[in-house]
């Protein structure tokens, strides 16, 4: 029998420009909050579900992802990024990987007795 598995997960994070629907300043802060719980609780595993922008134009929206991906880096646990459509809006799937620094192809992955499948469509 598998052991526990604990997943911290985040979505639509939505660092940008504000709207009547996201609150694109407070994402940072939001996250960085995340990232304290994230290295106290010390979960397994980070699953980011994507959104991690709101997007804009090419330039705009790889400087916020920038943002969003210095904060993921300083989290102490092992991270999976999926994609959402903001985050390929103006900006290529190759864009994404190199700014989060990991591929962001279909995947899988076996922990503490799980086998846990990423599929990006």
């Known amino acids: 029998m598998p052991e526990a598995l604990q997943i911290a997960l985040v979505t639509d994070i939505h660092n940008g420009k504000e709207s009547l629907t996201k609150k694109g300043g407070m994402a940072l802060p939001l996250l960085q909050r995340f990232g304290e719980f994230v290295d106290e609780a010390g979960p397994d595993l980070v699953l980011d579900l994507g959104d991690r922008i709101t997007d804009v134009d090419r330039d705009t929206d790889r400087a916020a992802l920038a943002e969003v991906a210095g904060v993921f ?49």
């Open 73 to 121: 880096e300083r989290m102490r646990a092992p991270r999976v990024h999926l994609l959402g459509n903001h985050d390929c809006a103006f900006m290529s799937i190759e864009d994404n990987a190199e700014l989060l620094g990991q591929g962001l192809g279909s995947s899988s992955l076996d922990l503490k007795g799980w086998h846990l499948v990423f599929w990006q469509a």
